[in-house]
């Protein structure tokens, strides 16, 4: 089943205390290589058929205008996935 | 007066809110998220909360439920309109008013009675108080950083829709102290304290007088009596 992948980053300008809360954690662990983190969102929107340029166009409309809200966020990417890992 | 205050799955202070149209004098009706009916209210209140459990983002879900299309029309129609909290949240996901609101830049959730400057008085909710008042009202959020751009927040100082501005510390981050606005109108208010809890002695912040005894928050409720409909 074909999948678009929508990702979500909060504005580069903007403070993201949750990214700053996970670097925190990392530098408690140890590991002062890793500056800093920013935590944005992924969507995985399922689709039944074929994804035609229509659909990613929707899509695409749908990042802009529900998943996403430009004030504070950047939609980084909308791309199809053939196949999605689940788990790890 | 009849002032319908919208359920949203994960509304906490609608009851509030209604308690305090009640203690206002008008009478207070309950609305539905799910539903396209205002049954012939003259004004609503989005209230406080974590609609849709804050979900995407908060406000983003409540933002487009049914009865938003009602709201968004009335307000566009001149209906006064207050959104609390969650209920400002979701009036800046509607487009109702400019900007957006982002987790605090201290990362905690907070709470406390809050100092509050009244910028504008020239709104259906702040028209009983004066022009530079300083009030005290609850806050309590997680997720009130005030934000725009600099082309939005000097429009918005420059037009005079600054409606509210922290006083003595800024409890979330937010933007030149932005703690509420109006649209150009008049009729739509958004803010993130709470002034449905801050409207019967007893119930409400300390002030120097007596414990609890504030009631700076009823002004709001009292404002929206004088005027049902702006032109």
Not at chain 1, 33 to 57: M, P, S, Y
Not at chain 2, 86 to 107: K, S, Y
Not at chain 2, 114 to 131: D, I, K
Request: aromatic content about 6%; overall charge negative.
């Amino acid at each position: 089943m074909p999948t678009i992948v929508v990702e979500v980053m909060p504005k580069a300008e903007l403070l993201d205390p949750a990214g700053k809360a996970v670097a925190g954690a990392i530098h408690r662990l140890g590991e002062n290589r890793i500056t800093d983190v920013r935590l944005g969102k992924r969507f995985e929107l399922h689709v039944d058929g074929e994804v035609d340029d229509a659909l990613l166009d929707t899509a695409r409309q749908l990042a802009a205008d529900l998943l996403s809200n430009g004030v504070i966020e950047d939609v980084v990417s909308v791309h199809v996935a053939q196949t999605v890992t689940a788990g790890a | 007066m009849r002032v319908g205050v919208v359920t949203f799955p994960g509304s906490l202070d609608d009851r509030d809110a209604m308690r305090a149209v009640r203690l206002a004098g008008a009478e207070p009706v309950a609305l539905w998220h799910g539903e396209h009916d205002l049954k012939g209210v003259d004004a609503i209140v989005l209230p406080g909360g974590f609609s849709y459990g804050d979900y995407l983002r908060a406000g983003a879900i409540a933002a487009r439920s049914p009865i938003m299309a009602e709201v968004i029309d009335a307000a566009n129609g001149g209906m006064p309109v207050l959104g609390i909290c969650n209920g400002f949240q979701i009036l800046v996901e509607a487009h109702l008013l400019p900007g957006g609101l982002i987790r605090n830049d201290h990362g905690d959730f907070i709470r406390r009675d809050q100092r509050l400057r009244v910028e504008s008085t020239a709104s259906a909710w702040t028209n009983g108080f004066t022009e530079g008042q300083e009030i005290v009202i609850p806050l309590k959020n997680g997720e009130g950083g005030y934000i725009a751009d600099e082309t939005t927040l000097d429009r918005l100082e420059g037009e005079g829709l600054v409606a509210f501005r922290y006083l003595d510390v800024n409890p979330n981050g937010s933007l030149r102290d932005i703690a509420g606005l109006r649209n150009e109108r008049g009729n739509v208010v958004g803010l993130m304290p709470h002034p449905e809890h801050a409207v019967e002695a007893g119930f409400g912040p300390d002030t120097t007088s007596a414990m609890r005894s504030g009631t700076d928050g009823l002004t709001f409720f009292t404002s929206v009596l004088k005027q049902s409909v702006l032109n």
